[in-house]
């Protein structure tokens, strides 16, 4: 309250004193330099109404009528008025009015052209003001910031140590189109700083008209947007990369119905064909030689549920989703063992009695069962190394061999890695990542990690 009292109290307090001023002035130089009283009045009034406005321009008004009429209208120190003196007055309020509503409407443009200079020097984009010729007449601080060059380095050159060569003739068919008034649309173009760092900026260019409406030059407004492109060229990265990922789930997809197929025909097929026709043969038989043949069949229900079992196992354990990760890899390392003949080495550490959520634990097993398949089909290896290890920087995964090793840049390249390309995009669905070092007769090593709060770890029940 009292912030919005004291400028207007302070308004009056200044039109008082501008009218004692004129009134000290006309009084004592008046004889010798104007003929008239008012003059120096007007110019209180002016100055009342310029630096406080409407309300102390009127109120300078009043008191100079009272002045002037008590100290220089005859009769002398009596406020009363003749003809003469009223049309004086009349004229005399009048040009004050005038002067009231000329101090009024440019003290108004000015705020206007101080806002306006305010918005354009704390702005975070580049205003730059550009004559018909291209060169530089203003450049604000947002410039500075953004092309790394100050206003004594640019104001005076061409506007064309921003723009690069290959956007020069369009700066060109630019500034021909303002001067035929037209602006600009906003447009996407390429500029460089002081350091020649490319820039990706978002420009409008305008006409800039003189008071006779006259086109003068150009105003241009740049936005740098280089973090908004490096956005979007991430995100058709991920775009890519999720098409590609769509494309592997459908070729993983049609080789798993594959390899049941080829289970199911391969060897439950043959199993139930064989089963089929003794049970055909076996009532044609003699008793003493059913019995041989039921003995078959019997052995062929039991390889069958075998192979059933097996089959299961490959898809997917059941013991992962009852026991957790830990029970799992240490049935899955000794079948291994038993298959291949190549020995695991497993060492573990803060996995013992948890449970990860359920993609984390069938990451973790599938990534390291595709990295023990691809060991025994290409390494030449007699041994593996297994880690598997949970703490605050997450859960790591290292499995090394001691086999052949690989160029893994060549490999990557001939397109045949893709069981190494399908760990990798394991880890990286659930935001993990994957290393891998091998050198040809070196052996080969795997690391994957997985971020913390991907785990969301909960203890073992019982």
Known sequence: MLGRVLPVVSGYFFALAADLLALVLTHFLSPWLVPSPFPFFVAAIALSAWFYGVGAGLFSTLLATLVTNYFFLPPLYVLTLGKEDVSRLGLFLLVAGIAVSLMRAQRLAAEAQSRLGAIVASSDDAIVGLSLDGLVTSWNAGAAHMYGYSGDEVIGHPISRIILSDFQFQMKEILSSIRLGETTRQFETIHRDKAEKPIDVSITISPIRNKEGHISGASMIARDITGRK???????????????????????????????????????????????????????????????????????????FEQVSRLTLDLRPPMLDDLGLLPTLLWHFKRYTDVTGIKVLFQHAGIENKRFPTEIETATYRIIQEALTNVARHASADQVMVWVVDDSQGLNIQIMDNGEGFDFSSTLLSGKASGLVGIRERAELLGGSLTVQSDPGQGTRLEVDFPPEKLMVAPLEG
């Open 230 to 304: 490096q956005a979007e060229k991430k995100l058709q990265g991920y775009t890519e990369q999720l098409q590609l990922l769509s494309r592997r789930l459908v070729d993983v997809q049609e080789n798993e119905r594959r390899f049941i197929a080829s289970e199911l025909h391969d060897e439950i097929g043959q199993t139930l064909t064989g089963l089929k026709l003794i049970m055909e043969v076996a009532p044609h038989l003699p008793p003493d030689a059913m019995g041989e043949k039921l003995a078959q069949a019997q052995q062929l229900v039991t390889d069958l």
